[in-house]
C-alpha cells in the first residue's frame, strides 16, 4: 500500500515528496525479498529500506506504520487510485 505523503498526494493533498513510502505486508525480516526484487528489476539499494528505480525515483518499504490499524485491516479499507498509470 501507499503511505505516507505519497499517500496524501494521491488523494489531493497538494505538496510534494522526495521518495514513495510502500507498506509492505511482510516482517521486516523478510525485507531482503524485496531488496533482491528490486535488484533483479534494475533498482539500486540506497539504504537497508529504500531503493532507486532506473528513472531516479525512490522507494522506501515500511513495514510498520504506527498510529493505524493492522495490515489486513487497512488493506481491506484502501482506496484505489492511479499510481503512474498503474
Known amino acids: 500500500m ?3 505523503m505519497s499517500s ?3 488523494q489531493g493533498v ?6 514513495t513510502d510502500l507498506w509492505i505486508g ?7 525479498r524485496l531488496i ?5 528489476l534494475g533498482a539500486e539499494l540506497v539504504r537497508s529500506t ?9 522507494i522506501n518499504f515500511l513495514y510498520r506504520v504506527d ?3 493492522s495490515f489486513a485491516t487497512e488493506w481491506r ?4 487510485v492511479q499510481l503512474h498509470g498503474f
Open 2 to 4: 501507499v503511505a505516507g
Open 8 to 10: 496524501a498526494i494521491l
Open 14 to 19: 497538494p505538496a510534494s515528496t522526495l521518495d
Open 26 to 32: 511482510l516482517p521486516e525480516r523478510q525485507s531482503i
Open 36 to 40: 533482491n526484487l528490486s535488484l533483479s
Open 50 to 58: 529504500v531503493v532507486a528505480l532506473r528513472d531516479g525515483s525512490l
Open 67 to 69: 498510529g493505524l490499524a
Open 77 to 80: 479499507r484502501a482506496a484505489v
